[in-house]
């Protein structure tokens, strides 16, 4: 984050973009003054050339059906210029002016005032980060122009990438894909500032904080001052000085700073777990000025002068709280070197080892199960801020508590921000797409992958500096990963050693995230074993060979996740939307999962075959629910055994039909709701490997006083089992309640029908399933890294047979804010079974579904004469002037609406 005072200004609106092709100037004419851009696309700042140039209609629905493949890739083989024209900030004191560049796909040269202040030589890597002193070169009382030669990334050069999880961007990504920004300061800067907190794991009741940042002295003669820290009322000092262009790090540790330990500190959780408390520091270095310094320096303004705050404790004291002046908060008073500010969490992660050996994490001292998903940035790395929020929000709503990086994403650090605020878990490391031949463009070796070279070794380790560097204060982040499918070459991973001892001891490493060992650090501990495509729910529960419910599953999941039909009509033609045809694999991933083939075998075999779009997306909606809800509640049931499990993907970087909890539209599937079932902090499930009927407290607080009722009914409907259980659960329990010993003669396809109430009759959890008497069974021996194929699928095709349903649907909006809340109320007058309900709420006058959406329940079933209330959230904004409507559908429901 950036502090209200620091002298920096964003530079990412009001560029221009054009190919160097058709650019009529060299870097000196392009980045003086006069230059004509009329044929130039506007662009902002972050951005891709093929993203700046779809905004600028070049390009038009290019997401639809095939039209991305008529994207052609020779443009992209050319360099493009970024050029903006903007002013720098001045004030009493500010002596040196850089410029700052977070990320640049792949090499730039970089003119100012016609001047090349950069080569593309140096200035290159995807994931570097690069601050160019312009202090010569600079103009403070006219504009600047800024001119940046973007040259793409070749064939074998570690770039941004997307593996096999959708078609790769026919510009590969090529721009100024991060912040640009322009820095001034006086002759000392501040850099990287750091706070490493480690807690009293007990009781929590201390936090120790060592607060540490690099000052950099850019003039040619000695400096002398003060570095001034404060958090909160909490205020420390040291006087620092600094050799003619010296660089050198300053600490703060809790003997040096008493005032750093923190009594009853107020602690970051997951938001599953308590509050996402976080701190704000401000870092002040004020130089020192000789007396003839003094005379000859302008004379602040008197708005300056009324800057106060932050007052020096004294020489040789720290710790002291000393009354603020009056002025502004957090201001010194007169000018200053520099400010810096960044907000951070107290929070200590750890890793640990299971009794069979598999690596766990735990949080603040305890033992957290991690229930997340895969992240993927937007294909053409356009990130949206309303969007990206929204995702954020889903992955709260979905009761997941991480998410996997696999890659450094964000175009920014509004993820990581979100992430920080929303108590949402974050593993960030490097992706496989370096690791594999035909991704990085090279030879690749068998155990490191393309990244060999001593060139390459160092670029990389440079890179990882740069983002540890750039990420390392926000709490959210809990383990960096060193590979991905594959293990570093021993000099990089001795070079990934040095760099986390010395700038981020506070968290764990994997030197993987497959099951491989390194000579160097030994084994990972977590595994990737598959699957990625489609297996039935008794597979998580049966599998402890592969990727079933033990140890730390890193990236995993049932396969396909075809979507609502409204998003298969934005993303295909209309003509190509039924039957299955070449334009939904063109839709579907890459590699082996080009197809729909084993989902689709799975329908048929499990289901039967689909007779139309409706009711083909019906029954892709019950398999998304019920293979993500099992997958989850397996791993829930088996924890400590079981440590984690990424999903595989949560979200997609354009419209598909793999991998996704919810759609490049915001459009949550069954999976999206199958997952927030099995997440439930109070839940009652079902073990398909053991019939087990398992309750489980996932919070932090006893639950005490419960009473489950477990029923058992045959196809008609028929009551076969009724019990109840009274138990109740300690915080973080997982508790076998009951058995169930089915009844010969029971109907091929039954329910199960899962309730917990609490002491007075209030429900908690309801958990319905659809089963059957004919067992799946798995084709183990035939087993491959993706899939375990099936021999013997269950028959649950009676579904077909249920009567049409008409339900009677009431619904309430009213305002909450900048948000409506929608209640729905669901009533099934008939003497039949309404089965996989889903609500929509769409705009009246275009129909339209209004999305993002975070309803309580969805794809639920109501038995006969039951009713159920479901309540919701949307923003008010996306309504976009119409009125709401409540639509409702289901498996054998008619729609209606209200």
Known sequence: MRGPFERVASLNDLWYLQSSEKAKGAGEQISKPGFKIESWYPAIVPSTVLGTLVQNNVYTDIFVGENLKSVPTAPFETSWWYRKEFTVPTGPGLTHTRLEFDGINYRANIWLNGKQVADASTTFGAFRRFSIDVTADVKTTEKNVLAVEVIPPKKGEPTIGFVDWNPAPPDNNMGLWRDVRVRATGDVSIENPFVATRLDLEALKEARLTVSAELRNHSDKKVAGTLEGRIESLRFSQDVALEPGETKKVEFTPESAPGLVIKDPRVWWTHDLGKQELYQLTLIYVQKRDKAAEKAAPKPTAEESAGAGLPSPGPGKTGTKVKARPGMPGMPRGPFSDLRVVRFGIREVSDYLTEQGHRGFKLNGRKILIRGGGWADDLLLDVRPKKLNAEVLYARHMNLNALRLEGFWGTSEALYDLCDRNGILLMVGWSCHWEWGH???????????????????????????????????????????????????????????????DIDPTRPTLVSTKGNTSDISGPSRVKMLGPYDYVPPVYWYVDTRNGGAYGFNTETGPGPQVPPVESLKKMLPEDKVWPINDLWNFHCCRGLFKTLDRYNEAMDRRLGPAKSLDDYVAKAQFLNYEAMRAMFEAFVANKHKATGVIQWMVNSAWPKLWWQLYDYYLQPNGAFYGARKAGEPVHILYNYG????????????????????????????????????????????????DVLRLPGGLTTTYFLDLRIFKEKGQLVDANFYCLSTKPETLDEENSTWYVTPIKDFADLSALNDLKPVTLKVKSNFSKDGPSTKVTVELENPSPDLAFMVEIRVVRDATGKTVLPVYLDDNYITLLPKETRKISGLFVTDDLTGELPVVKVRGWNVKEAEK
């Open 690 to 737: 053991t019939q087990d009927i398992i309750a489980v407290n996932s919070t932090s607080t006893p639950s005490p006083k419960l009473k489950a009722t477990i029923r058992v009914l045959d196809f008609d409907l028929k009551e076969v089992i009724a019990k109840t259980a009274d138990f109740g659960l300690l915080a973080d329990e997982v508790k076998t309640i």
């Open 439 to 501: 991704y990085i463009g090279k030879p690749a070796d068998e155990r490191y992958g393309g990244i060999t070279s001593q060139e390459d070794i160092a670029l990389v380790a440079e890179s990882w500096k740069d983002q540890v560097l750039w990420l390392r204060n926000h709490p959210a982040i809990f383990v960096w990963a060193e590979a991905s499918d594959l293990i570093p070459h021993p000099d990089l991973e001795r070079r990934y050693i040095e760099i986390m001892r």
